[in-house]
């Protein structure tokens, strides 16, 4: 006891294991009672015992073991980790307890085998009891078979698999042991209850004996369906169905139905082991076929016959065995080989089954020929061979065979013909007998029926009568409008004898169709059809098959597609239910006609039909119509009324308003009355006569259109263009042509015959009237919406020229929707006609292939080339398949019977050469093109030898292979490929190759397929393999597909799957499935395209959503077609959009519409802060990644569906690209509406965007692109920040995209990083940006670098980081890439940072290999710039964000949009303008820095300038051809050509070659010349005159400064820019069109060529700066006067502020400006005053008067006031009205400068003038009294400007100065530039030197001797030039001040419009608010708190700061505003001054 008392203490699972039996049965017990009591099924408790279970069940101890089981059953029963044990227990058991000797034991292991089935683990427990049957031991096989029956009889044959059971039956019933051979006696009569006959054939070959006592069994079994009794956990509502049926008395008939449900039919073929013929045949068969003798060949085909008696055969390569029968059966001379050979066929059909389907279109077509047999037993054969063959494909892929041979002269051929269709169709349902495939068939049959021979006419009669039956009155009434009500009756009677062979289902359909068609079948086919019949009908349909056949509207489910699919002709044919019958009425007699017209028409009327008075002709006109007006519909007599019009005179009517009169009356009786065909055919031929008329011309379309809506389009359309193309008239072609264009989108495509209609365009392309041409291309385009690209097949051999023409149309189209067809819907209203509309429209792509032209290829495809194809040499291998690819090239579109060639290509698959495999692939590709969706054929022979090739290790073989496979894929839809067991096949075979490049094709297919063939399971254990294979790709596609797979097949059947896999290996496939649940995409909405394009109300709607996937399973051509590029663009998803666009307003009950109300983006409070919150935890993946996987789009998925609206967030993450532009529609539709909402779910946008950069298609790409401009553009105004998170899951996608290989994209990402800029800090970006330059990407590298220098340019060096070194070291190193346009864009940087930042750069960039420093310095040299201090940020974003409505200004790019001053015209421009226009074309914005700084490659839009080797890449410039698109889309089409052409000729004037550009400027002046031609150039005037000063540029900075360069070819180039500009000024209106930027910049290109002295050295120079002076003159007058205005004030502000401009400059354009003032009084009233004025509010704001004062010239403060006055004398008080665009008019000094003026012009006219001479006279006094010292002063500076009298005037002024001591030279010094008072000055010092004897100085000054020379006369002559003293007299310059009083007091000046100043203004007014001169400390804490406002303008700060420390500019540093005018006046010099 002392032992016991031990482990009673132990703890139970301690004593379940103990080694004493007593405990372990003690253990048990409790364990049972434990078990018994625990009711958590998930408690901890039973993890404990799972690795004991096994033990209870096998203790070595009897006892103990019974207590174990016990125990054991109730732990399976309650825990739910139970079903881990099930493999290890279940063996146990049957090892271990099957075979005790008590039978207690082997209850209780038969109960526990039977929880174990409950609990889900029938599989496991099954392969155990299975295994078990091969014990040696008898007992336990009897157990084993006994559960295995208990299983089957209480859960029944859905959970306990009979295929395997059945398979070791026989080997049971052969047992020595009598119980095993009577308990497999029982287990088959209890499988016979279940599956019945179908266990016969399985069992055909067991003991004699046996058999018959099983038949005995059998014959007793209940005729009751047998039912499950006992149910699976997952079951449990089944079970309660169940109990309560039991409970209420079991009746049988109540549960008859759910048996029906429960019980699965099971197809005996399936039980049955397939046998491997093919080694089995004679080694001699093929030899013996072909012997002479028939008996030999008898002898082989028995031998073959007795193989394929095997019910079941294996797969595998059957095709040389059919190739052989089929050319017994085709030309065997002795017929009872035929039918030998015809059993042989039908038997392998029967053995194989779908695997057979890829050899029936060859045997069809032999079989059906054959039928002109008459002998009764080869007829028969025959029938049961291709009936055979008729359930192993389908009957979509046989029908082009079929119907090949209807028309057959053979009546014999075309009785059996119709005969085998009539019992194909039996086998159809609605859904595969769609419309496409009944259409051709019907039409077939209906000729047969009006056959002469009986027996035709009677099996067509049957034929139509199985359609109509199949398919419904719906579907094929349409076809059967033409036939006869007797014929009609006929085929009705048929259709009601037909009802047998479906409604009975299975056995009826076999019998009916044995009695009818097969008198004496064999007992093996009548098996094997039998069953397959049972399986077809029952497969297909199930029980609700009965419905559609009693009554076509039956339920739902199955009714609707019969009508859908049987739409017809569109919703059009379906509205004349009634009408159908009279559309055609007969054609009545003249005089009835008068009859039945008087007797609705008063009789004046009809007396003045034909009156020779046009006024009574046109009042009879008048009564006609109101008489018609006021008819009832139904007594209108439409065919008298139209005879009566057409009475003479008729459609000769010559007066036009009779005609008009009569073409209305005409269309109001088709609109009212009813209109039938033969009433048309009267008028038609006149409107058609009348359509080119001018006058008439509208009215008849209107009447067509209006004969259109009631007798249909088609049939109108086809009649119109006949007659129109039956007559001579182009003026009618082309209004026929417009018209028909029009009428398509009116009524959509429906029932158009396309083939009938091409002929015509065909002809019309080839008229010679171009209006005739234009007509038919614009109709073709028309076409193309609805047709797609198929359409440009009838075209291809058209001319180039016109081809190119119908391409750009075709082009326009592109991505177009089809429009919603608004005329001849509205008949018929509800959803049935809307739908076969849609219906329709997909199907015209198809159609359209099918009418195409197909060649016969196979008596090509000779025996000699398919041997060739198969010889040893390769080489003529290669030759064989070079003949193929020139047959096919030259048939182009190929019927699919090809002979012997699939076979021969087959076999060039796996040939030794790759080279020849892949030109097989080629050809294979071709091949699908030429025969189209009839390719689906051959998928089986040809299609899956493909795959197998992309098993190639050679990958450019794999490339092509699926390049080939998807090129056929794209024809035949997936459905062949999915069908079958070949796919399985491939994916077994273990080459990593063939299973990554198949999962990764099947991944992309399955998500766009609606539904998939069953067989797509088989591929699942497979793909379960290659989860687990040891090559990461294969995982990879493989985890990649899984999804896809589950999609289609849910995710039951995927786990039920797993149950074969080894239980560590189910593990982890579940754990991948269940993540893949996760992630499973939905299917391809059907159901939304149906609802969405209901017409009627919510009934239909519920029909609708089934209607739509059943139609589209039939026909598989529409199965793939989410294909953009195929005739449903227009149709399914993206037409649904746009039609149910147009019905939101009538249709309020559906639900999509109202969902599509409201807002897009729902704000979640705090949302966004979760999500990053979450992404910080690293409780979501963060957004990082190099291609986007599928579960990064899963989780943005789920976190957008909180905050955006579910319809739009499936229209984002739609399959389908379209779906995508419209998202991106609504959200560019949402944006300004919804600012609060899309900011709220920014991050998300900005991730859904970037996973749109990961789309192949530009067309997303761009819209993406568009929207992220206009969002930018949002947030920069709504002055949002991103946040850390947006920018890093964002910015590096974007920067991706700056390398893409489109210039288009990459200017709009530049755009958009510029934009960012504003919403996110710069020194942010710029780590971002160092990011990209690290890309493999060459393009991405440059681009990177150059943003990278304009950020530096914009913001300084501050916004380097992490340091400036670092990033400067990083950036050269790119100097030195193996990428050209790298090395450069590195270059360009760091010259730009050396401009910004000076020598320094050296140090920063450390050691550079000795290359690039000397690249980098020659460049540095090249660009010739001046370091200066770091510019100023020039848009200081904030105040001028709150300026500009437009955001372009916040675009605009530093260094890349254009030069500065234009940058600041650009950004007036928009600064609050309603009617802003862009200074500049955008595709003709200039990189201007760029070109400034690197004369090497000159950067702009334009086609690229680069300075050398230009020869080579411009060809002369005479091309007519233009080289170059168009450059404005909005030129209309005539003038696309020219406009091209002259973009491109302006694009070469800023050439860098002298000659191109002189040739280029000759071709313009030609142009300019010619009075009519000048006109073209319209459009083109600022694009010219911008390359004209890009010219200038070049020619002043570059050409000017070669040495090598002639000087002779630069003024022949000045010459020929100036005499084209000249001609250009004169011509008023296109002066007009040049804008003030362009304007601006043109003025000052011409100014510094005036000023360049290097021009006046040349021999001619003095001729080109006098022609300049004329140009100039022109410019000012010719230019629109407020643009000219606008632009000179911009210059001159410029000019004054630009400390490196010469005063001269600025003189210049005060002259301009004076000159402007002289022509106001004519041109004050063509001026936009607001304009003019708010650039003077500007000019004045930028200097005011204090700081003017300040200037060393007091001209230009006189010019403004000059202006100003000179506007306010000619305007008067109302000036005051025109100072609108001035923002704060308080602010300005301009108001209250104007009116002081007013106010004293009131007082006294001319006071103001006063008060400005005493201003003026107060200076003129202090010099009066030197009136005469300052003459002879100014003699000598005259002396000294003068180039002969310097030294001499120098001389003099020397002696005057030592004469007069105290003498001011000052005011002379004053007003000329630095440069030349310092010149001055030296030559006084060397005088004194000289004079004094000191000798000469050293030249320390660093001004050569020589260099004065050349210099001074520049600095001078234009003094005198600039005060304009024009008669050479010596006049002082109080003279000039006199004259200057007076012309001011003469003069004002006018207003202009201001087109672009803001962020000059808001830049110096934001420092300068407080006062004018603040000191330097206000400046800095100015900055101090800028800085901390926002990080952003830290940059803009910090430089100013360094301006000031760096001590530049110390004249002005006493005021902030100073300051900042400094670094612009630095930035502006740089930007101007030339590189001298």
Same mark, same amino acid.
């Given at each position: ?265 099971? *197809? ?391 005609? #008009? ?144 023409? =119908? ?5 326009? %189209? ?73 047959? =096919? ?81 794209? #024809? ?145 051509? %529409? ?387 680069? #300075? ?185 502000? *410029? ?17 301009? $400006? ?55 004398? $000619? ?40 008060? *400005? ?92 001797? #020589? ?130």
């Amino acid at each position: 006891m002392g032992d016991d008392s031990e482990w009673m203490k132990l703890p139970i699972d301690q004593k379940c294991e103990h080694k004493l039996w007593k405990a372990r049965l003690n253990g048990y017990e409790e364990a049972l009672k434990l078990f018994q009591k625990i009711d958590d099924e998930k408690s901890p408790e039973w993890s404990k015992y799972l690795g004991l279970i096994k033990k209870f069940v096998t203790d070595s101890n009897a006892v103990a073991q019974l207590k174990g089981l016990e125990a054991a059953l109730a732990y399976v029963e309650n825990a739910h980790v139970a079903g881990k044990t099930t493999g290890e227990v279940v063996s146990g058991v049957v090892n271990k307890v099957f075979n005790q000797p008590k039978a207690r034991a082997k209850e209780l292991g038969i109960d526990m085998c039977l929880m174990y089935i409950e609990i889900e683990k029938g599989e496991p427990v099954q392969e155990e009891l299975l295994k078990g049957l091969d014990n040696k031991n008898p007992k336990i096989i009897v157990a084993c078979i006994e559960t295995l029956r208990k299983a089957l009889s209480e859960f029944g044959s859905k959970i306990i698999s009979l295929k395997p059971i059945i398979k070791v039956l026989p080997k049971l019933f052969e047992s020595r042991e009598k119980a095993v051979r009577d308990e497999a006696k029982l287990l088959a009569v209890e499988i016979y209850r279940w599956i019945r006959d179908a266990l016969r054939p399985p069992l055909q070959n067991i003991n004699s004996v046996q058999l018959k006592e099983l038949e005995e069994e059998w014959v007793k079994v209940q005729p009751a369906a047998p039912k499950q009794t006992r149910f699976l956990r997952s079951q449990q509502e089944l079970k309660a169905k169940f109990e309560q049926q039991q409970a209420a008395g079991g009746d049988a008939d109540g549960g008859g139905d759910d048996g029906d449900e429960v019980v699965p039919q099971v *197809d005996a073929y399936e039980l049955l082991e397939a046998v491997e013929i093919l080694s089995k045949l004679p080694k001699d068969f093929y030899d013996k076929i072909e012997a002479k003798k028939w008996q030999e060949r008898k002898e082989a085909l028995e031998a073959v016959e007795i193989l394929v008696k095997n019910p079941k055969l294996e797969a595998g390569d059957y095709a040389d065995l059919v190739r052989v029968l089929k050319k017994v059966v085709g030309k065997d001379t002795n017929v009872m080989l035929v039918a030998l050979a015809a059993k042989c066929l039908a038997g392998l059909a029967t053995g194989l089954r779908k695997k057979f389907g890829q050899y029936a279109g060859h045997v069809v077509p032999t079989i059906l020929e054959k039928f002109k047999e008459k002998k009764p037993q080869v007829v028969q054969a025959l029938q049961e061979a291709i009936d055979a063959i008729f359930l192993t494909t389908t009957l979509q892929n046989i029908s082009e065979d079929v119907l090949a041979v209807m028309d057959n002269k053979n009546p014999t051929i075309k009785q059996q013909t119709s005969l085998f269709i009539a019992r194909s169709f039996r086998h159809c349902t609605p859904s595969t007998l769609p419309k496409n495939l009944l259409k051709p068939f019907c039409a077939a049959l209906l000729k047969h029926i009006n056959d002469s021979a009986p027996e035709v006419r009677d099996a067509a009669f049957e034929a139509l009568g199985t359609a109509l039956k199949v398919a419904g009155e719906k579907a094929v009434n349409p076809f059967l409008t033409d036939v006869d009500k007797l014929k009609l009756d006929r085929i009705k009677e048929c259709a009601e004898k037909v009802e047998l062979a479906c409604g009975k289902k299975a056995g009826g359909a076999a019998d009916k169709k044995e009695g009818k068609t097969l008198p004496g079948k064999t007992p093996v086919v009548s098996g094997a059809a039998g069953d397959k019949d049972t399986k077809e009908t029952s497969a297909k349909s199930g029980p609700p098959k009965k419905a559609p056949v009693v009554k076509p509207g039956g339920p739902p489910k199955k009714g609707k597609p019969a009508a859908t699919a049987g739409m017809g002709g569109a919703g059009t044919k379906g509205k004349k239910g009634p009408e159908t019958k009279e559309i055609f009425e007969s054609e009545l007699s003249i005089e009835v006609c008068e009859e039945k017209a008087a007797a609705v028409l008063p009789a004046s009327c009809i007396q003045q039909l034909d009156s020779g008075n046009w006024k009574e002709r046109l009042a009879c006109m008048e009564e006609f119509q109101k008489a018609v007006e006021l008819m009832e519909k139904n007594e209108m007599p439409c065919q008298a009324l139209v005879r009566m019009l057409a009475k003479k005179p008729g459609w000769k009517e010559t007066n036009f308003q009779v005609m #008009q009169m009569k073409l209305h009356i005409v269309a109001l009786i088709a609109q009212k009355g009813n209109f039938s065909k033969t009433s048309a055919q009267i008028v038609l031929d006149g409107l058609v006569d009348k359509i080119g008329d001018v006058k008439c011309g509208s009215n008849a379309k209107e009447a067509m259109t209006a004969i259109a809506e009631a007798c249909q389009l088609p049939w109108t359309a086809e009649q119109v263009m006949a007659m129109a193309f039956s007559q001579k008239n182009p003026k009618n072609q082309s209004e026929t042509l417009n018209w028909l264009s029009n009428a398509i989108k009116e009524f959509g495509f429906s029932g158009l015959n396309v083939k009938a209609f091409i002929s015509n365009v065909k002809t019309a392309l080839a008229a010679t009237n171009p209006a005739v041409r234009t007509s038919a291309i614009t109709l073709l385009g028309v076409m193309y919406l609805y047709v797609g690209p198929p359409l440009r097949m009838f075209f291809e051999d058209e001319k180039p020229a016109l081809l190119s023409q =119908i391409d750009a149309e075709f082009e326009k %189209m592109q991505g177009q929707t089809t429009p919603a067809p608004t005329r001849g819907v509205s008949r018929h209203s509800g959803g049935n006609g809307d739908d076969g509309e849609e219906e329709e429209q997909e199907d015209v792509g198809s159609d359209v292939v099918d009418l195409l032209p197909r060649a016969d290829i196979s008596e090509k495809i000779t025996s000699e080339l398919v041997s060739k194809i198969g010889d040893k040499n390769w080489k003529i291998r290669k030759e064989g398949l070079d003949e193929v690819a020139s047959i =096919i090239n030259d048939a182009k579109f190929i019927q699919p019977n090809l002979g012997e060639l699939p076979a021969a290509l087959k076999s060039r698959l796996n040939d030794s050469n790759k080279i020849l495999v892949q030109q097989t692939l080629s050809i294979l590709q071709q091949l699908a093109i030429a025969v189209g969706p009839n390719i689906r054929q051959h998928v089986k022979n040809l299609g899956i030898p493909i795959i197998t090739v992309l098993g190639d290790s050679k990958n450019n073989v794999r490339a092509t292979a699926l390049a080939t496979v998807n090129a056929w894929a794209e #024809q035949t839809g997936m459905k062949e490929w999915l069908e079958g067991e070949d796919l399985s096949e491939e994916l077994k075979k273990e080459n990593p190759f063939l299973r990554q490049e198949l999962l990764g094709w099947l991944a992309e297919k399955l998500p766009t397929l609606r539904s998939v063939p069953s067989d797509l399971l088989l591929c699942v254990p497979h793909l379960y393999s290659c989860l687990e294979d040891r090559n990461g790709d294969v995982r990879k596609k493989a985890q990649d597909a899984l999804p896809f797979f589950m999609m289609h097949l849910g995710f039951e059947k995927m786990a039920k799957a797993t149950g074969k896999l080894k239980p560590t290996s189910k593990d982890q496939v579940l754990t991948m499935l269940e993540k893949a649940k996760a992630n499973m995409p939905a299917k391809p909405a059907a159901p939304a395209k149906a609802s969405s394009r209901m017409a009627g109300g919510a009934a239909p709607a519920k029909f609708q959503s089934t209607s739509a996937p059943t139609d589209d399973s039939g026909s598989s051509t %529409m199965e793939y077609k989410p294909d953009p590029k195929k005739a449903k663009a227009g149709g399914a998803a993206s037409k649904a959009k746009g039609i149910q666009g147009k019905k939101v307003p009538s249709k309020p009950n559906l639900k999509e519409d109202e969902d599509k109300s409201g807002p897009v983006f729902i704000i979640v409070p705090n949302g966004k802060e979760q999500r990053m919150r979450d992404e910080k935890g690293l409780k979501v993946l963060k957004w990082n990644f190099t291609t986007p996987r599928d579960e990064y789009i899963e989780q943005l998925k789920t976190q957008m569906s909180s905050c955006v609206a579910r319809w739009l967030q499936d229209e984002m993450f739609h399959a389908d690209f379209q779906h995508h532009n419209k998202a991106l529609t609504v959200m560019i539709e949402h944006l300004e509406s919804e600012k609060d909402g899309i900011i709220s779910c920014l991050d998300l946008i900005l991730k859904w965007l970037t996973l749109r950069f990961f789309e192949t298609n530009t067309s997303v790409l761009m819209k993406a692109l568009e929207y992220l401009k206009l969002l930018f553009t949002l947030l920069s105004q709504e002055e949002y920040h991103l946040t850390e998170n947006e920018a890093s899951s964002f910015i590096p996608y974007l920067i991706l995209k700056v390398g893409e290989p489109k210039d288009v994209v990459r200017k709009d990402v530049r755009a958009i990083l510029n934009r960012m800029c504003l919403i996110y800090p710069a020194s942010k970006m710029f780590t971002f940006l160092m990011e990209g330059t690290k890309s493999k990407n060459s393009k991405q590298r440059a681009e990177c670098l150059e943003e990278l220098g304009c950020l530096v340019e914009s913001y300084g060096m501050n916004v380097c980081q992490p340091t400036p070194g670092k990033a400067l070291k990083e950036m050269a190193a790119h100097i030195g890439d193996r990428d050209n346009t790298v090395r450069n864009a590195a270059l360009n940087t760091i010259v730009t940072v050396y401009n910004v930042h000076g020598d320094q750069v050296f140090k920063l960039i450390g050691n550079l290999s000795e290359k690039d420093m000397s690249m980098l310095e020659e460049r540095i040299k090249r660009s010739a710039k001046r370091p200066a201090a770091a510019p100023a940020r020039q848009v200081e974003e904030k105040p001028q964000r709150l300026q500009t409505t437009s955001a372009n200004t916040s675009m605009l790019r530093k260094g890349s949009a254009e030069d500065m001053s234009s940058k600041l015209s650009q950004a007036r421009n928009m600064s609050g303008h309603s009617e802003t226009m862009h200074a500049v074309p955008r595709e003709f914005q200039l990189d201007l820095d760029e070109i400034e700084n690197d004369n090497g490659t000159v950067r702009c839009e334009m086609p690229t300038l680069v #300075q050398h080797k230009l020869d080579d890449i411009f060809e002369p410039v005479l091309i007519p051809e233009p080289k170059i698109r168009a450059v404005s889309p909005h030129f209309d089409d005539m003038h696309s050509n020219t406009a091209s052409t002259i973009n491109f000729v302006i694009s070469q004037v800023a050439s860098g070659d002298i000659n191109t550009s002189i040739q280029a400027l000759a071709q313009i002046d030609e142009v300019l010349r010619q009075e009519d031609k000048a006109e073209a150039m319209s459009g083109h005037i600022d694009q010219f005159l911008i390359a004209t000063f890009m010219q200038l540029r070049l020619i002043y900075n570059t050409h000017m400064a070669d040495e090598k360069l002639d000087k002779d070819e630069i003024v022949k180039l000045y010459s020929c820019i100036i005499g084209n500009m000249i001609s250009l000024f004169q011509i008023e209106s296109l002066a007009r069109e040049a804008s003030t930027g362009v304007l601006k910049d043109l003025m000052h290109g011409l100014i510094t060529l005036m000023l360049d002295s290097r021009v006046e050295d040349l021999e001619e120079g003095q001729q080109v700066i006098r022609s300049v002076n004329l140009l100039v003159v022109k410019v000012l007058e010719k230019s629109d006067q407020t643009n000219i205005l606008s632009a000179l004030l911009v210059l001159l502000q *410029d000019s004054l502020l630009a400390t490196a401009s010469s005063p001269k400059f600025s003189e210049l354009v005060m002259k301009c $400006l004076w000159r402007m003032v002289r022509l106001l009084p004519e041109t004050i009233n063509s001026i936009n005053l607001d304009r003019i004025l708010l650039d003077i509010h500007v000019f004045m704001k930028v200097f005011p008067k204090e700081k003017l004062k300040q200037c060393k010239s007091e001209f230009p403060i006189r010019t403004l006031k000059t202006l100003l006055h000179t506007l306010c004398k $000619l305007k008067g008080p109302k000036i005051l009205d025109h100072l609108t665009m001035i923002d704060n008019k308080n602010e300005s000094e301009l108001e209250a400068h104007l009116c002081r003026v007013m106010k004293h012009s009131m007082d006294q006219t001319g006071s103001k003038a006063d008060k *400005d001479t005493e201003k003026g006279a107060s200076h003129i006094d202090e010099k009066a009294s030197k009136a005469k010292v300052n003459d002879i002063l100014a003699e000598i500076f005259k002396k000294i400007g003068s180039k002969e009298n310097t030294k001499e005037g120098l001389a003099e002024l020397y002696e005057y100065k030592k004469k007069y001591s105290d003498a001011d030279i000052e005011p002379f010094l004053k007003n000329s530039s630095q440069f030349f008072q310092s010149y001055v000055e030296r030559g006084l010092r060397l005088i004194e030197m000289e004079r004094e004897g000191k000798g000469r100085i050293p030249s320390s000054t660093g001004i050569s001797p #020589q260099m004065e020379v050349t210099c001074v006369p520049t600095s001078t002559s234009t003094v005198s030039s600039s005060i304009g003293n024009t008669n050479g007299e010596e006049v002082g310059p109080s003279v000039y001040l006199e004259r200057l009083k007076i012309l001011r007091q003469r003069c004002g000046l006018d207003n202009a419009k201001q087109e672009d100043r803001a962020p000059l203004t808001s830049l110096l007014s934001k420092p300068a608010v407080p006062t004018v001169a603040s000191s330097t400390d206000m400046l800095h804490s100015k900055l101090s708190q800028l800085r901390e406002s926002r990080e952003q303008y830290q940059h803009l700060d910090l430089d100013s700061n360094q301006t000031h420390s760096s001590g530049i500019g110390t004249t002005t540093s006493s005021s902030s505003t100073a300051a900042n005018i400094d670094d612009l006046k630095k930035r502006l010099e740089r930007i101007k001054s030339s590189r001298k």
